[in-house]
């Protein structure tokens, strides 16, 4: 009897915690908060962390007016676009030279042109 009095006060003490302990729902939320672009002179790479990319790692293709098209989530660029980037200023790719800061100034542009090996679409995508 001793055994059965022990489990019924133990049953009513939980029960109490669990009536009285305030109720936690649950709750889910997913967002994208994607933000402004990043305010690079030359523009910004096309994968996260979308850091500014260097001069020469874009063609002239990229440019309208001056102004970047814009690269993965910012592309503003033609449905069908393909653009020459030079992969050797890729910082995946093991470049360690000058980068640009963000809300820096385009510099003037070093002698020798472009020299794109790569094209890509606006989403970051190889393409051939």
């Not at 049953?11 to 997913?30: C, G, K």
């Not at 967002?31 to 096309?46: E, R, S, T």
């Not at 690269?71 to 393909?82: K, L, T």
């Not at 070093?110 to 790569?118: A, D, K, L, V």
Request: aromatic share 14%; hydrophobic share 35%.
């Amino acid at each position: 009897m001793k055994i059965v009095t022990s489990l019924a006060l133990t049953a009513a003490a939980a029960l109490s915690f669990a009536v009285m302990s305030p109720r936690a729902d649950a709750q889910v939320a997913v967002g994208v908060n994607i933000g402004p672009a990043p305010a690079c002179p030359y523009g910004y790479y096309d994968y996260a962390p979308y850091s500014c990319a260097p001069y020469g790692y874009y063609g002239p293709e990229w440019f309208v007016g001056g102004v970047f098209v814009g690269a993965g989530p910012w592309y503003r660029g033609p449905a069908h676009f393909r653009g020459h980037v030079d992969n050797r200023f890729d910082a995946r790719g093991g470049y360690h030279g000058p980068f640009p800061n963000h809300g820096d100034h385009p510099a003037p542009h070093p002698q020798g042109g472009f020299h794109g090996n790569e094209m890509r679409d606006g989403r970051g995508n190889v393409v051939h």
